[in-house]
């Protein structure tokens, strides 16, 4: 098989050359773009379990684990004990996560219109729609 | 704008499910996906530079030194002086590496029609050229 009609190498390849052109831009705000995904989920939540967190961005515990300890060192966010569960922590926004919040909105929204551009917004649909298929797929 | 709908979170969700997958296929044999693009490339060109192989993997040189240098110390590539230029290195396969192309092809062809499974072959199609273009684009 040609490694051009590798769906890993595929992937790999596009996902690569995406995420450099975003990590470059992200830098600018000391941001990632794994950390943009938790950010993303706070703006929209507020407070989240780091499970919580996981599932929503289809990450392992661990991953999720050392990203949430970075951003709390660069003040992004607050890890508290939950009050009414003492075994669960909750994650919450810091002011300068919800400050951030229009810059890195901007950032992405570009990144998208970007990348997309040299689709019809038929294909942009059945793109989005065919790597959701993929990235749900019970592989075994 | 919603994670769902950001091509970076699609891609790198697609291609996080399809790459977890496909190493726990080859680990059996000792060789990581990025390993299996070089093996490739050997099977194909037999003979080839560093610098030939990032460009068909579409790696920094940085990334294709390591990945070289873990495959020489499993015995699955030789690294020698070209002796008509002293200042080029040139790779090749070993025998092991050889030995293992019907076994990896196998795996590879399998995970193929296992992430592909849901689409149509119109639609396969249509994926791999969008992957191509969004792997091939200039993101500046």
Known sequence: MELENCINFLLSTAQHNVFQYLNSQ??????????????????????LTPKQIGELLHLE????????????????????VDPENRRTIRVS????????????????????????????QQEQEQIRRSLTVIGNRELV
């Open 93 to 120: 926004p810091t002011q300068k996560t919800l400050d951030l919040q229009p810059a890195i909105e901007k950032i992405i929204l570009h990144m998208n219109q970007l990348v997309m551009e040299p689709f019809t």
């Open 26 to 47: 992200l830098a600018e705000y000391g941001v990632t773009p794994a950390q943009y995904g938790v950010m993303n989920c706070l703006w929209k939540y507020r407070d």
């Open 61 to 80: 515990a661990s991953s999720v684990s050392g990203i949430l300890e970075r951003m709390q060192n660069n003040g992004l966010l607050e890890r508290n």
